[in-house]
């Protein structure tokens, strides 16, 4: 059993920042890659980021310059740092965890709101 806990999200002004945080846990012996997405009701989700075992990263370019993607392979957390944030922005975020031989596996997801 995996599970993973996301954190981070919330209510921020345009312009600004958050940190989203998804932590792994359980019966786990290694992690490929792991990735955000990004849900708005009505359209279909959207991968935001990419970070492999390995540390190379891939980010759409709705968000490219902006987010940033990153892990702790001793945690098996992965992050999202995201700047200069706009009202587009606003959805409910994420997290997915690969883990060979057994599948992805996903968070509850935590909703982020731009807005003044």
Known sequence: QVQLMESGGGL????GSLRLSCAASGSIVSISAMGWYRQVPGKQRELLARITSGGTTNYANSVKGRFIISRDNAKNTVYLQMNSLEPEDT????CDVGVPYAGDYWGQG???TVAS
Request: a neutral charge.
């Open 12 to 15: 921020v002004q345009p312009g």
């Open 91 to 94: 959805a409910v975020y994420l």
């Open 110 to 112: 935590t909703q982020v």
